[in-house]
């Protein structure tokens, strides 16, 4: 199994960002993805996650409304549409996978709950 997110980069107040999770190794149908960030000094913090089957999502309350979660399963790919990002949004962000059956419904937006891992992609919001 592995993970690879990407889409990361510098962005102002306001702007928007795409960042894709590329999965490997594995049938997403069969998981669930999440996303997190971490900012510095901070603790990882889950942002969104979605089934891979059927299609559920959850947000955090910081992101809800800003940002969209959705897969394609055909290209074995999840993505994150952020926009209107906040300098608070600033952080690496990671994309995580688990067994649908380990995870409660819809998801989990503990990162314990997750057991593989991407390496991060930077986001940068700043004037």
């Known amino acids: 199994v592995q993970l690879q997110a990407s889409g990361g980069g510098l962005v102002q107040p306001g702007g928007s960002l795409r960042l894709s999770c590329a999965a490997s190794g594995f049938t997403l149908a069969s998981y669930a993805i999440g996303w997190f960030r971490q900012a510095p000094g901070k603790e990882r913090e889950g942002v969104s996650c979605?089934?891979?089957?059927?299609?559920?999502?959850y947000y955090s309350h910081s992101v809800k409304g800003r940002f969209t979660i959705s897969r394609d399963n055909a290209k074995n790919m999840v993505y994150l549409q952020m926009n209107n990002l906040e300098p608070e949004d600033a952080a690496v962000y990671y994309c995580?996978?688990?067994?649908?059956?380990?995870?409660?419904?819809?998801?989990?937006?503990?990162?314990?709950?997750?057991?593989?891992w991407g390496p991060g992609t930077q986001v940068t919001v700043s004037s």
């Open positions: 979605i089934r891979g089957s059927g299609g559920s999502t």
């Open positions: 995580a996978a688990v067994l649908l059956s380990r995870v409660a419904f819809p998801c989990s937006a503990h990162s314990t709950s997750y057991d593989y």
